[in-house]
């Protein structure tokens, strides 16, 4: 579906790769719950082997660091980029309907 409607408007460099990103972050919300699970368990992998050191501030800076290699969710700056370019898309849809 996608390939067919790109064939029939013009959209610009930007909002196709938008257009990829969107897919995959929504394909990404869409199956939060499977994902989830299987990124978690990596999570709690990399969390047994990670050596956290002994301040609270290291044990942060750990976990954030194997949580930043798993994409268990879509970011706040994630989601709002994709609604963002999605208002963008749509309106060169409509733009692109006859009237």
Do not use: C, Y
């Amino acid at each position: 579906m996608k390939t067919a409607i790109m064939k029939k408007i013009s959209f610009s460099d930007s909002q196709s790769v938008a257009i990829g990103r969107i897919q995959q972050d929504g394909n990404l919300t869409a199956h939060l719950a499977s994902r989830r699970l299987g990124e978690g368990q990596k999570f709690e992998d990399n969390v047994m082997k990670a050596d956290f050191g002994t301040t609270a501030e290291s044990w942060r800076k750990t976990a954030n660091q194997i949580e930043g290699k798993l994409k268990i969710w879509v970011s706040q700056e994630q989601a709002f980029a994709d609604l963002k370019d999605t208002s963008s898309i749509l309106l060169t849809v409509f733009r692109a309907l006859p009237r």
